[in-house]
């Protein structure tokens, strides 16, 4: 957006607003389930990304990942923290210094190909993760063997100890059961990834059945699954991009659920409508202030932090995220270290920002603040923003950006913008997997390039003890840079049909935007 700060304020506001008001009545909305078992849901953006576990590194079309492949363990669902629990691994026991770990197997388990689950498949799936060496790489690199004894027992050891390793193993990121016979029949010069861009080749509920980028995704029910049969035999994922279309096509009842990407105007309205279902689900993510330390006045950390001090985030979550989330308090996102640690203790006070811009030139008084084109949340966080640092001085442009620009900045920044707001969360709930790809200098969400010698050398040190006083410091580290500044934590706020059950049961508080789609059911009384 090229128009000032306060006009795109003004016309954001009234935009949504209207949104809200347009998007049809629900209580128009069939009383009964769909006969024909299709649960109709959406996005709003495309995921970006190919639907390829060892690939897909974002937020939005996690729900495929997570519903068509399984592995070994997982997060529980309907908790409000974290927990593992076994998903294709049933009883596991870890050596006293986490070196060694030993695996027992489900059985009875089938691949979406037809083959059978053994023991047999997590090396070859391990290996693809390595091969492809992309993000969620890093889980199974310490990986020095895996030995197998029978069908249904396997040992996994380490190169050196991990007492991180089993959370690497339930995280939503973490390594996938994949086909042997599918990853050696499709495996070409690129070790499968084209063929896995539109098929699947995992263990779960669903198998992936439409892949078009920007237009269409879809899943069907897989007759072989081991566990209960779905109640939905096709979940329906069309790309659509305009949010109050969508929140129009839910009014009248050919949408299910909308799961993520409400703004708050709608928000505040689907609270009030008494026709519909709402949820606000605890989550491990927040919503950052990224702060480029390569861009302008910013390339000193003096002027980050008077940046930092500008911003008025309580304002921002009364207004954002009023009631689906609150104000943070600590450098990482929710769940992840005990209150008291890591804390972001920053004062609201323009004082110096002004002082600042008054003494910049007009060249380095101009800075964009960048958001995620897909989050509404985001769009109007950076405008709020956008005012608040005007009123500075500085003069101040607001732009979207599509998901997968935003992820492109990690390997080359130079066309990123000053500022940028962006949700994230953790890989897993140990803390060092969000210092790891955030607060590393190579980190997968360190988008802006930001971080010092003594963090990195932390992290290493973290990785290996897991000790949550390293951690905390490192938060500590973090916050001193003025690099990030982490103004919410956010619940996912889903509404839904009156008719769709399980939502809470179906949720994983460490997975964000998803849902354990085999969980949900529907209330067919009419």
């Given at each position: 957006?090229?128009?000032?700060?306060?006009?795109?304020?003004?016309?954001?506001?009234?935009?949504?607003?209207?949104?809200?008001?347009?998007?049809?009545?629900?209580?128009?909305?069939?009383?009964?389930?769909?006969?024909?078992?299709?649960?109709?849901?959406?996005?709003?953006?495309?995921?970006?990304?190919?639907?390829?576990?060892d690939?897909?590194?974002?937020?939005?079309?996690?729900?495929?990942?997570?519903?068509?492949?399984?592995?070994?363990?997982?997060?529980?669902?309907?908790?409000?923290?974290?927990?593992?629990?076994?998903?294709?691994?049933?009883?596991?026991?870890?050596?006293?210094?986490n070196?060694?770990?030993?695996?027992?197997?489900?059985?009875?388990?089938?691949?979406?190909?037809?083959?059978?689950?053994?023991?047999?498949?997590?090396?070859?799936?391990?290996?693809?993760?390595?091969?492809?060496?992309?993000?969620?790489?890093?889980?199974?690199?310490?990986?020095?063997?895996?030995?197998?004894?029978g069908?249904?027992?396997?040992?996994?050891?380490?190169?050196?100890?991990?007492?991180?390793?089993?959370?690497?193993?339930?995280?939503?990121?973490?390594?996938?059961?994949?086909?042997?016979?599918?990853?050696?029949?499709?495996?070409?010069?690129d070790?499968?990834?084209?063929?896995?861009?539109?098929?699947?080749?995992?263990?779960?509920?669903?198998?992936?059945?439409?892949?078009?980028?920007?237009?269409?995704?879809?899943?069907?029910?897989?007759?072989?699954?081991?566990?209960?049969?779905?109640?939905?035999?096709?979940?329906?994922?069309?790309?659509?991009?305009?949010?109050?279309?969508?929140?129009?096509?839910?009014?009248?009842?050919?949408?299910?659920?909308?799961?993520?990407?409400?703004?708050?105007?709608?928000?505040?309205?689907?609270?009030?409508?008494?026709?519909?279902?709402?949820?606000?689900?605890?989550?491990?993510?927040?919503?950052?202030?990224?702060?480029?330390?390569?861009?302008?006045?910013?390339?000193?950390?003096?002027?980050?932090?008077?940046?930092?001090?500008?911003?008025?985030?309580?304002?921002?979550?009364?207004?954002?995220?009023?009631?689906?989330?609150?104000?943070?308090?600590?450098?990482?996102?929710?769940?992840?270290?005990?209150?008291?640690?890591a804390?972001q203790?920053?004062?609201?006070?323009?004082?110096?920002?002004?002082k600042v811009?008054?003494?910049?030139?007009?060249?380095?008084?101009?800075?964009?603040?960048?958001?995620d084109?897909?989050?509404?949340?985001?769009?109007?966080?950076?405008?709020?923003?956008?005012?608040?640092?005007?009123?500075?001085?500085?003069?101040?442009?607001?732009?979207?950006?599509?998901t997968?620009?935003?992820f492109?900045?990690?390997?080359?920044?130079?066309?990123?913008?000053?500022?940028?707001?962006?949700?994230?969360?953790?890989?897993?709930?140990p803390?060092?997997?969000?210092?790891?790809?955030?607060?590393?200098?190579?980190?997968?969400?360190?988008?802006?390039?930001?971080?010092?010698?003594?963090?990195?050398?932390?992290?290493?040190?973290?990785?290996?003890?897991?000790?949550?006083?390293?951690?905390?410091?490192?938060?500590?580290?973090?916050?001193?840079?003025?690099?990030?500044?982490?103004?919410?934590?956010?619940?996912?706020?889903?509404?839904?049909?009156?008719?769709?059950?399980?939502?809470?049961?179906?949720?994983?508080?460490?997975?964000?935007?998803?849902?354990?789609?085999?969980?949900?059911?529907?209330?067919?009384?009419?």
């Amino acid at each position: 957006m090229n128009t000032t700060p306060l006009r795109v304020l003004v016309a954001v506001t009234v935009l949504l607003g209207a949104a809200a008001c347009g998007r049809g009545s629900s209580a128009g909305s069939p009383a009964a389930a769909p006969a024909d078992r299709v649960l109709r849901l959406g996005f709003l953006s495309d995921p970006g990304q190919p639907p390829d576990p060892d690939i897909f590194y974002a937020g939005p079309g996690l729900i495929l990942t997570q519903n068509t492949y399984e592995g070994l363990l997982r997060y529980k669902a309907g908790t409000p923290t974290p927990a593992i629990e076994g998903a294709l691994a049933t009883k596991w026991t870890a050596s006293k210094d986490n070196k060694i770990f030993t695996f027992e197997l489900r059985e009875g388990v089938k691949f979406h190909d037809g083959t059978a689950f053994t023991a047999g498949a997590i090396k070859p799936s391990f290996d693809r993760r390595l091969a492809v060496n992309q993000g969620p790489a890093y889980m199974v690199a310490g990986v020095d063997s895996v030995k197998t004894e029978g069908d249904h027992k396997a040992v996994i050891t380490l190169k050196q100890s991990n007492p991180l390793f089993l959370d690497y193993l339930a995280s939503p990121y973490g390594p996938k059961m994949m086909s042997p016979a599918v990853l050696k029949e499709q495996a070409g010069s690129d070790h499968a990834q084209a063929y896995l861009s539109t098929h699947d080749a995992g263990t779960g509920a669903y198998t992936l059945t439409d892949a078009r980028t920007s237009t269409h995704y879809a899943l069907k029910a897989f007759d072989g699954y081991w566990g209960a049969k779905p109640y939905f035999t096709t979940v329906d994922f069309p790309v659509q991009t305009d949010l109050s279309a969508q929140q129009l096509m839910f009014g009248k009842g050919e949408m299910a659920a909308i799961l993520n990407s409400l703004n708050s105007s709608a928000t505040g309205a689907y609270l009030k409508d008494t026709s519909i279902k709402t949820y606000s689900l605890p989550t491990m993510q927040s919503i950052f202030l990224y702060i480029n330390p390569e861009k302008g006045m910013l390339t000193t950390q003096s002027n980050r932090v008077a940046l930092r001090q500008a911003i008025d985030a309580d304002t921002i979550v009364k207004q954002v995220y009023s009631g689906r989330g609150t104000k943070a308090t600590q450098g990482y996102p929710p769940h992840m270290l005990p209150e008291g640690q890591a804390v972001q203790n920053i004062p609201h006070d323009t004082t110096a920002l002004a002082k600042v811009a008054q003494s910049l030139p007009a060249d380095q008084k101009a800075i964009t603040i960048g958001y995620d084109s897909s989050q509404a949340d985001d769009q109007v966080t950076a405008n709020l923003i956008s005012a608040q640092l005007s009123a500075t001085g500085l003069t101040v442009k607001v732009q979207g950006y599509p998901t997968s620009q935003i992820f492109g900045w990690v390997g080359d920044a130079k066309d990123a913008p000053e500022l940028l707001i962006a949700g994230g969360w953790p890989d897993a709930a140990p803390p060092y997997t969000w210092a790891h790809i955030s607060f590393d200098a190579n980190g997968g969400l360190n988008y802006l390039h930001c971080s010092t010698d003594e963090i990195t050398k932390l992290i290493k040190d973290g990785e290996k003890t897991g000790d949550a006083a390293t951690f905390a410091r490192i938060g500590e580290l973090s916050v001193a840079t003025g690099c990030w500044y982490n103004l919410a934590n956010r619940d996912d706020f889903m509404v839904t049909q009156p008719w769709l059950r399980g939502i809470e049961e179906a949720h994983v508080v460490t997975t964000p935007t998803s849902l354990n789609l085999a969980a949900l059911s529907a209330d067919t009384r009419g």
